[in-house]
């Protein structure tokens, strides 16, 4: 949670805020609403905010340019710096900077009146398990539930979701019994195990009463202030959940980094990303005034 110290540092949230703006202005930063990559209108559809990639290529719902962070504004650099920082502070990591640790990529989002992103997960392939954000400008509550399959047990094909069940889920002692049924055959082996296993899949949803309808309520509201910084730490959050975010004024701004394993990608979209130029260190800061 930022403070006044925080947001009025050199280089810190407020010069951020005003430097996006005045980069924005001059037409430096290519922020646009981006075509979904998926669809089911014809001519395609725009993203409802409008967002820049900077560093490795991001594949995510939108398709989404990417630039260098060699030439990246100010507030891009300081970003990733400053998250860098603290998710090395905050997850015990080395403390000092170690570029197989660090943040390769980030995602500016920009959100004007009216504008917000729905339940989704930041669960796409070759991402690292840490994620963080950096809010400025107009507070937003960021949600997160668990996915409607994980939270129902079955598809809305009817297939049982076979993942152990989470706490909270609908049914969660009888469905938790049924995974490890579910897992003692798997241990079994052979191909009488197998087919039992397949048919107790089938089964299983009729036999729980499991219905495919009805989403999770949400479990986590996080109130994002300008400053304030959003960390989420583990695969199984993005495997498990996802999260919205709808702002409360009329200009705001998302910066977050993710690490994305370079060998996850094609050749032709992997390009050079060298380590962060100017590490900050959130602990020399002064102790806020009491």
Sequence with gaps: ???????????????????????LE?????????LLSSTTLRGGQLTQHFCLNYGMYYKFVAQTASES?????????????RLNWVARHALQLAQTPNPSLDFNEEL???????????????????????IASLSLGWPAPM?????????????????????????????YSERLAAWQELEA???????EAAATYKQRVKALPKELGLKAKGNARDVVTLQLRHGDVMLM???????????????????R??????????????????????????????????EPPK
């Design 69 to 81: 962070f060699d030439t990246a504004p100010a507030a891009i650099k300081n970003t990733r710096s």
């Design 233 to 251: 730490h583990g695969a199984d959050i993005q495997k498990y959940y996802e999260h919205a975010v709808v702002p409360d004024g009329a200009l």
């Design 253 to 286: 701004f998302a910066l977050t980094c993710r690490y994305i394993d370079p060998m996850s990608l094609s050749e032709d979209i992997r390009p050079h990303v060298g380590p962060d130029s100017q590490p900050y260190d959130g602990a020399a800061l002064p």
């Design 185 to 191: 055959l798997k241990a079994t082996g052979g191909e």
């Design 108 to 130: 500016l989002i920009g959100y004007f009146e009216k504008q917000a992103i729905d339940y989704h997960d930041d669960g796409e392939a070759g991402l690292g398990p840490t």
């Design 1 to 23: 949670m930022a403070n006044k110290t925080v947001n009025e540092e050199q280089g810190g949230p407020d010069d951020m805020f005003t430097g996006l703006q005045t980069e």
């Design 26 to 34: 001059a037409g430096k930063i290519d922020l646009r609403r981006r």
């Design 143 to 171: 949600k997160l539930r668990m996915k409607e399959k994980h939270y129902n047990g079955v598809s809305k094909a009817g297939v049982m979701v076979t993942d152990k069940p989470m706490p909270g889920c609908e049914k």
